[in-house]
């Protein structure tokens, strides 16, 4: 399986319908390709938290129509990293959405543990309620999270309990944080015995320096491929198979006892 992370620079000085174009543009130089990722609120910017409102479009809005048609155009599953979303219920949240080669939304999912310690995207924002699991035909399983999800490893539990084999995870990562950033990526690939795919932003925003670094780790917690800090399209081959033998070779979920059965009165 062939898959490219596009580590796309988001900076005050580009619009985000420049950005949009940008990055279908790189989207559609990604044939030959299986899965490619982008980034959290690539068309904003993670802490740009005054423009969410603003910006906000439905689940299928212009973010979505052009990603749909980069990704038809290129015959490629697109994880189209995140949006703020405005749902139907007038709410913002921060959703992804994962289209299939033919253009079609295969899924979305609106992050669950959002980041600001009750203010920004905290507040701003509604929680998901529901982990994400999506099946490539023939390939393999995703697991869908974002950027503060990865410091919850319940969540990533309940993805590989639901069949992931591949957890990917688009993120606007601060670079005074990125050594967690690596860490962390590491340890849930290691932990789940899963390939992880972090794909995180270049650039500042609203004064935010971002850590880049996307990152491919394997289900032994071995770094495959690192990005460094300015935009940059990171690829990497991987065989989805590996997590079985893994699995299989070091069965330590099996030996799961807590979490699997609620406590006993």
Partial sequence: MRASLLQIAVNEDETVEARRVRAAALVREQAGADLVVLPELWTTGAFAFEEFDAAAEPLRGPTYEAMA???SDTGVWLHAGSVPERGDDGRLYNTSLV???SGELAAFYRKIHRFGFDKGEAVLMGAGREPVT???PDSTTLGVATCYDLRFPELFRSLVDAGAEVLVVPAGWPERRRSHWTLLAQARAVENQAFVLACGTAGTHASVPQAGHSIVVDPWGEVLAE???DEEVLTVEFDPERVARTREQFPALKD???GLE???G
């Fill in 99 to 101: 289209l299939s080669p």
């Fill in 256 to 258: 799961r006892v807590l």
């Fill in 262 to 264: 609620p406590p006993r």
């Fill in 69 to 71: 048609k980069a990704a």
């Fill in 134 to 136: 999506v099946r490539l």
């Fill in 227 to 229: 990005a460094g800090a």
